[in-house]
């Protein structure tokens, strides 16, 4: 799941400048995605996480860690970029819903990247997670996903990355 969990953190790090709604209304007068989502935040944390993936396959090949889910460049690709498309989305309906930007919304805010990854991958590369990521591995991350997130957030919050600590 590195690839998925490193784009947000790297984001929130790297972004900033251009919106990736331009600044531009959705039909209800309320912003597309807001300002919190940027063109830079959503190319350095996809190539973050992308670039992750890459040391990831030559780890396993040099230390032959088989237990783990063969990735390849594709499965690491629809990871990353699944992540903060799902992180985008989110943003999409909290706009819609009226809330504001880093405002919370407990689960979505938590599980968006998981749906973002998973979906995405059902729909780009079913084989690769059918055939690598058993159901307990999908048990593990669904409760693993809520502390880490929990737990970069503050680190964000304490070092001044986020404004809020969630
Ligand atoms: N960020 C970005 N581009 C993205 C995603 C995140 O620039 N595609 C940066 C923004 O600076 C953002 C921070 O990472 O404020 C934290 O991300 P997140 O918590 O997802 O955004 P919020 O500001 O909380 O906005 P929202 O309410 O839309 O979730
Ligand atoms: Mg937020």
Redesign the pocket.
Known sequence: MLPAYI??PV???????T??DLGRNFSDGRRV??????????V??ILAGIVIGLLQIQAQAMFNLTYLPAQTLLSVSLLAIGA?LG??V??FF??RLG?????K?PLA?MY?LVIGAFVLLLIADPSWLFSQVTLAAFIVILILTPILHRLT?II?YIIK????P?
């Open positions: 784009p947000n984001a929130a790090l790297c972004g900033g400048g919106p990736i995605f807001g300002d919190g989502k940027t063109w830079r935040g959503l350095a944390g903060l992180d985008l989110k943003s909290k706009r809330k504001e930007r880093g405002s919304w805010d968006d957030n964000g990355v986020k404004e809020v969630w």
